[in-house]
């Protein structure tokens, strides 16, 4: 068993070396270790795999090469999961030229519980045909085989002694595997002159009840005085839903021995965890200790989610509004308000708008107001309208008021421009129409004409019979429209109530799409076959 393993462990090697590099050839120079009882090689790999070991190509040069390929490569799902069984650990490998001549060496040793205690790194001597030292790893792991300490040594040839390197320590925040997080982790680097350790970099992380980092400060050697010395830090915190709420970074000022403002964001959400607010800060006021604000945004959304305000800011002392814009739906989702602002009033402390458009819709989805300012006047704050229609409608959504106006800029108001009346009769025919003009001085319309119309039946040649068997369904609608008792050698037009040409198409099709279509009633006109059918529906 142990020889089938040994030939599969040389096959994958030699693999992994025509990968990486087509001059190098790699083989086991003897079997791998038979370790019984041995804690999951899984957690170890994943210790090696870790992103946040920023030096581990010093602490483990080879392993990543070998180890993190092959260590698992035997074990089955079954094997991992049982108490008693053989599992496998490299010991040593060995690079070979294309020539066979040998290259280098790797050695590794473990403790009784299959944790990293060396790590051997030997170069071939050509001129005496022997391994010689290079290097060296020793390593301190706890219960779970994670690493706690390492240090790295390098063989002195003139004296044939190891001679410190470098040394990395680290403290766990938890006993969670699948998650790696930190108490502190330090470096250092070996004085030779003083025969003792300087450190690199040390770094201490904080957090919250519920596990989110909440602080990390990093620390340079104050060589001076033999000790850690302040650098920079960052700060976090979250909502109760985990969302990040503030992240920030200080730098350590020496001559004031305090922390200044580095740079800063600051978010805020809605009970949707919808974000309603972000800024960001990149610069520090000494004077006050206070932060600079650069750019800053704000969100609000109405109960179906729909985005009803968008605004933007700069800093000057103080937020001062770039941007904002302003939109509004009604309960089935028709866009009721479109505002756009663009500069902000210092004097006055408020927006200044650019366009606003302003809509309303009865119960069956026809527009009642239409509405458009394009103009903003500065000494009241307050919009300069352009035009405003106002429509009626029936049971039977036909058309019963139009009311035009327009802006009278000199007392800023609405002033009427036109408005019409209509009646229909029992066939849904128009039968009266009422025109009226605006009396400026009574501010009030003032009936102009009369019009009626009259109708005679005859017949056209239409039959009747398809307008019995064509029906539309569902009706009201609001994407697709199904149609019943037609053919398809035909074509279909469809108008709305203004007798406006929305949509045509030819060869009949049992389904049409009316999604692009604004809510309101329409007409359906079918020709097929030298007849023609009219029908109404309603889009929602």
Known sequence: MIMK??????????????????QIVMQVEKPITDISKLDDSKMQLKMLRESEYTNLKYELPHQRLITNRILLSDFSNKARSSTNVNKYLLDSAVTKDINN???????????????????????????????RNSTRREYICDDYGRILQSVGYAWDTINSVWTSQDKFVREYYNSDLNNIKYNFYEAYSWNSTTNSWNGNYKRIYTYDSKG?????????????????LNSYKYEYSYNEN?????????????????WTGNFKYEYKYNSDSLQTYYAYYNG???????????????????????????????????????EKQENAYDNTGNLTLDAYYSGWNATSSSWIGIYKQENAFDSNGNQTLDAYYNGWNTSNSSWIGSYKNIYSYDSNYNTTLEEYYLWDS???????????????????????????VWLSTAKAWFLYTITTYYYTAMAVGIMPVIQEKTSVFPNPASTIIHLNGITKDGNITITDINGKLVRSQNNV?????????????????????GNKASTKFIKK
């Open 242 to 258: 985990g969302l990040r709420t503030l992240y920030s970074k200080y730098l350590w000022d020496n001559s004031l021995l305090s």
């Open 212 to 228: 989110n980092n909440i602080s990390y400060i990093y620390f340079d050697w104050d060589s001076n005085k033999n000790s850690w």
């Open 509 to 529: 099709s049992e389904s049409i799409d009316i999604s692009l279509l604004k809510s309101g009633v329409y007409f359906l006109n079918i020709t097929s076959s």
């Open 410 to 436: 000199n007392n800023n108001t609405w002033t009427g421009d036109n408005k019409y009346t209509y009646t229909y009769n029992g066939n849904g025919y128009e039968q009266t129409s009422n025109n009226y």
């Open 5 to 22: 393993k040994t030939i599969l462990l040389f096959v994958l090697l030699s693999i992994i070396a025509s990968s990486t590099d087509a």
């Open 284 to 322: 520090w006021n000494t004077a006050t200790s206070s932060w600079i604000g650069y750019t800053r945004t704000d969100h609000a959304y109405d109960t179906n989610r729909n985005q009803i305000l968008f605004s933007t800011y700069s800093w000057n002392n103080g937020w001062i509004g770039l």
């Open 101 to 131: 001549i040998n290259v280098d060496k790797w050695g590794y040793t473990y403790d009784s519980k299959g944790h990293y205690l060396t790590n051997y790194v030997f170069t071939w001597n050509s001129k005496i045909s022997k391994w």
